[in-house]
């Protein structure tokens, strides 16, 4: 299988050009090539296929096999995949998602994609859509008991469930032992992206994050997003003003626009090496 090896700000993936190769079985070689040891090494794979409805389509697979909806950084560097490798030769591209359809608009310098902007869409307040189960229509600043000590949650997903916590002190957080509690706790009963988040200022954010599947990765383009909007509902971030929002891997700027009620992402894409790998034993 000939991939490549790409990452957004830190959140790396393996790259199939689908239009090319065939990859039978995506699950499992999602788990052979994310692992850091025995494979290439990535949060997982993900497959750009030809789309009936966009310029092409996205197959996000997490490093544990299971198929996720949408990943924010992701479809930044299936963007550039795209434009550098000319499945599309145009600025402004659609991707199809298991979320939908995305709008994407490409800084191109030198020939090559440098960074990508996402129409994210609508964020998602509505708790049994998210899902997460609670009494009220919308979870904003709701506690929450995850193994005996109460956390204050704020629900939203961008295509993926996300749960927002507010601490002031992300640093020294041992997210190996909180984030399985949220990701597998009973209200969520699709599992559940979990940030960490520290308010800087008005217009600057500090995130870690616990990702469903993957554990705690570099970056996550949904998960900024939903941050985003979390504090502006919480009125932690003035509205309607890009937002820096400060991650493991590098900074992604996050705007909601209030009366369009879309979310815009701006962020780099990056490529990091391809090659060939041998799946031949998968198949035994």
Known sequence: ?????????????????????????????????????????????????????????????????????????GIRCVAKFAYDKGIVNKKN????TKSGIKYLDLTVKNGKVSSVKVNMGSPILNAK?????SPREQVINEPLDVNGETYHITAVSMGNPHAIVYMDDVDGLDIARIGPLFENHINFPDRINTE?????????????????????????????CAVAVASTLNGLVDEDVPITVKLLGGDLEILWNRQENLVYMTGPATTVFEGEIDLSFLEK
Not at 93 to 96: F, G, L, P, Q, T
Request: include cysteine; charge should be negative; hydrophobic fraction near 40%.
């Open 1 to 73: 299988m000939k991939f490549t090896k790409m990452q957004g700000i830190g959140n790396d993936y393996v790259y199939v050009d689908c239009f090319q190769e065939t990859v039978n079985n995506p699950s499992a070689v999602a788990k052979f090539v994310s692992d850091r040891h025995f494979g290439i090494g990535s949060d997982g794979l993900i497959l750009v296929k030809p789309s009936d409805v966009a310029d092409c389509e996205m197959d996000m697979y997490n490093l544990d096999g299971s198929q996720g909806a949408m990943c924010g950084n």
């Open 93 to 96: 591209i659609s991707v199809a």
């Open 129 to 133: 859509t998210i899902p997460v189960v």
């Open 196 to 224: 960490f988040v520290k308010v800087i200022d008005r217009h600057t954010l500090q995130m870690r994050v616990w990702e469903r599947g993957s554990g705690e990765t570099l970056a996550c383009g949904t998960g900024a």
